[in-house]
């Protein structure tokens, strides 16, 4: 601020001075100390007027800075002080006065025509700085106009009365057009606040237009639900009568078939005591020689020790992986499928060895299956589902499917399960018997009378796709749902794509998440996949980039291709706090998965 007014001072006062200077030599005004009256003129009056009236009409202030005539620049910064002198003797006539007065009247309205173009200009260029430097400019302009009216006081003591009152009606005129201007720019800027109020105004209005409008359709998504919630609950209702009803028939044709087992179990147990018999009359036998005798209680307690082993381990190491529906995929939608039960997985019998009185004695499949054979054909179920596994895995006897069919319905007729279930899959998969989907659905219903979730699972796949039951899509809802209460990790997923698909049941995507979340729990890479798309898209759950990546992390670990393809998207949308959280939760449940709860 400061530099500005040292500028504005050093650029107009030598031009004030100079046009005060000029207007004092064409009017023949020389220094004065003080404004008194020059002394009369001495000289000859020619004119025939008084020395009085050939003397200024006014007073003139002249600054200390101004060199008056016939002094020099020398003289005058060597502090002389300048002295009165008279002035011309000719006295000017009055037409030359009033020449003189307009011209510098003249002067003077072009002096300060030029200052108020140059103020002007000034404040223009001041304009267009900062908004902190408007105040300065502000000052600035008050500074000049502080200035200009010294000036105009100053010249208004050399003009008359009548050129002072006009000088300050222009002063006063352009002092108004200034406040004019000044009130049209305030106006200006006023306006323009009013435009971006009201801009801000409408903006407002559209922003709570489009909440509204949110609400609404969030109300209208609301009471969708709520009526799909009860066309559900009347639906559950409907599938729980019927269910009762078929709870009901089940349970009449189990007493008859509990019946005919009670009659077929007198049967076996007087077969059982036949050979009871005939096994001691050979025992009597066998006892004239200690020695065959001993050897015999050695074989027989051998048999039984590696009938119990060989049970053990095959219960340990079957698997049944039950019918699972596959999710429709971005490029394409796979048709729903079903992964068939497999067979039971390589027993390892080479291992099994049994402590004898004297030393270990390796079992080889030979004698498992001599062994075992002997048993099945005594009517031990265990042992004929046993001997199924072995035929159908040629361990120990000669690969035959038709053989291990065959054992299996040993078994299954005695009211194993295992053999129930796998005689199903044989049927349904026409392995050593005709295909027959009637039979394979007979047997899963069998075994699953007993609760064996993988017969569950399969028959909710064959009411499903309709094999060998008529297709009954609330059926097959019903015993995946069964099974998945048990724990079976394919009918969780398939209830879940059941509940997504709204198939069998009323969609609803907080249950298909729960129940792919059953399923993820336990490892399942598609039910994984599934529901950190469902966090990720805010489906069924709340919105949840972290967990959606643990998900599909977990899924892509396994392979998943398109598990792996989201990981990359994901990590852009996780802060590097976010993504460490979530690697230390995928750690955690992934532990959780390779250790179930016993």
């Given at each position: 601020?400061?530099?500005?007014i040292?500028?504005?001072f050093l650029?107009?006062?030598p031009c004030?001075i100079?046009a ?22 001495k000289d ?12 200024p009409?006014g007073?003139?202030i002249?600054?200390?800075s101004v060199?008056?005539p016939g ?6 910064k ?9 002035a ?5 006539s009055?037409?030359?006065?009033k ?8 002067e003077?309205?072009?002096a ?9 200009e000034?404040?223009?260029a001041?304009e267009?700085?900062k908004a ?8 600035k302009?008050?500074e ?7 000036k105009?006081?100053e ?9 002072i009152?006009?000088e ?5 005129e352009?002092k108004?057009?200034?406040e ?14 009013l435009?971006?109020?009201k801009i801000a105004?409408?903006?407002?209005i ?23 919630k009860i066309?559900?609950e009347?639906?559950?209702a409907?599938?729980?009568k ?6 009901k028939?089940a ?5 008859a ?10 049967e076996r147990q007087k077969?059982l ?24 209680e050695q ?27 596959f999710p429709p ?27 004898g ?7 080889t499949?030979?004698q498992a ?7 099945a ?9 046993t ?6 895995k040629?361990?120990g006897?000669?690969q035959d499917?038709?053989q ?5 319905k040993k078994?299954?007729?005695q009211?194993?399960?295992s ?6 899959i044989m ?19 069998k075994a ?11 028959l909710g ?18 015993w ?5 209460d048990?724990?079976d990790?394919?009918a969780?997923?398939n ?6 698909n ?6 609803d995507?907080e249950q ?8 993820a729990?336990?490892g399942?890479?598609?039910?994984q996949?599934?529901?950190?798309r ?8 709340m919105?949840?980039?972290?967990l ?8 892509a670990a ?9 990981i ?8 590097l ?12 449940i992934q532990h959780?998965?390779?250790?179930p709860?016993?």
């Amino acid at each position: 601020m400061k530099k500005i007014i040292i500028f504005i001072f050093l650029f107009f006062f030598p031009c004030v001075i100079y046009a005060q200077y000029y207007h004092w030599v064409e009017n023949g005004v020389h220094n004065f100390s003080n404004f008194q009256t020059p002394p009369k003129q001495k000289d000859k009056n020619t004119s025939g007027k008084t020395p009085s009236a050939m003397a200024p009409k006014g007073s003139i202030i002249l600054k200390e800075s101004v060199i008056g005539p016939g002094k020099t620049l020398s003289s005058q910064k060597a502090g002389k002080i300048p002295v009165k002198r008279k002035a011309h003797l000719k006295e000017k006539s009055p037409e030359v006065k009033k020449a003189l007065e307009q011209k510098r009247a003249a002067e003077q309205e072009r002096a300060l025509a030029l200052e108020q173009k140059k103020i002007a200009e000034q404040k223009k260029a001041a304009e267009l700085k900062k908004a902190a430097e408007q105040e300065a400019e502000r000052q600035k302009k008050l500074e000049q106009e502080k200035i200009a009216e010294q000036k105009i006081a100053e010249e208004q003591k050399i003009a008359e009365e009548q050129k002072i009152a006009e000088e300050q009606k222009k002063i006063a005129e352009q002092k108004k057009a200034a406040e004019l201007k000044k009130a049209a720019e305030q106006e200006a800027e006023r306006q323009k606040k009013l435009e971006q109020e009201k801009i801000a105004e409408q903006k407002k209005i559209a922003e709570q237009e489009r909440a509204l409008a949110l609400e609404q359709k969030k109300i209208a998504e609301q009471k969708i639900a709520e009526e799909q919630k009860i066309a559900e609950e009347q639906k559950i209702a409907e599938e729980q009568k019927k269910a009762a009803e078929q709870k009901k028939a089940a349970e009449l044709k189990k007493a008859a078939e509990l019946k005919k087992a009670a009659e077929q179990e007198a049967e076996r147990q007087k077969k059982l005591e036949q050979e009871k018999i005939a096994e001691q009359k050979i025992i009597a036998e066998q006892k004239k020689i200690a020695e065959q005798k001993k050897a015999a209680e050695q074989e027989r307690a051998l048999a039984f020790e590696q009938k119990k082993i060989a049970e053990q381990k095959i219960a340990e190491e079957q698997e049944t992986i039950p019918v699972k529906i596959f999710p429709p995929r971005e490029a394409e939608k796979t048709a729903v499928k079903g992964k068939v039960p497999v067979k039971e997985k390589d027993i390892a019998l080479t291992d099994i060895r049994v402590a004898g009185p004297e030393k270990e004695l390796p079992l080889t499949d030979k004698q498992a299956a001599f062994w075992h054979k002997k048993a099945a054909e005594q009517g031990d179920a265990a042992a004929q589902y046993t001997l199924g596994v072995l035929y159908s895995k040629g361990r120990g006897v000669p690969q035959d499917d038709k053989q291990a069919a065959y054992w299996y319905k040993k078994a299954a007729d005695q009211g194993n399960v295992s053999a129930q279930f796998n005689l199903g899959i044989m049927h349904s998969k026409g392995i050593g018997v005709p295909q027959d989907d009637k039979q394979a659905s007979f047997w899963y219903k069998k075994a699953l009378e007993k609760g064996k979730a993988g017969a569950q699972a399969n028959l909710g796949y064959m009411y499903l796709v309709g094999k060998g039951v008529p297709q009954d899509d609330v059926q097959a809802a019903y015993w995946y749902r069964k099974a998945a209460d048990q724990g079976d990790v394919a009918a969780q997923f398939n209830l879940g794509m059941m509940y997504s698909n709204g198939k069998g049941v009323g969609k609803d995507d907080e249950q298909a998440a729960f129940w792919y979340k059953k399923a993820a729990d336990q490892g399942d890479a598609s039910a994984q996949f599934i529901l950190g798309r469902m966090y990720s898209n805010g489906t069924g759950v709340m919105q949840n980039y972290q967990l959606a990546y643990v998900w599909e992390s977990l899924a892509a670990a396994q392979g998943h291709e398109l598990a792996i393809k989201d990981i990359n998207i994901l990590i852009k949308k996780l802060s590097l706090q976010q993504l460490a959280e979530a690697e230390t939760l995928e750690a955690k449940i992934q532990h959780q998965i390779d250790h179930p709860p016993e």
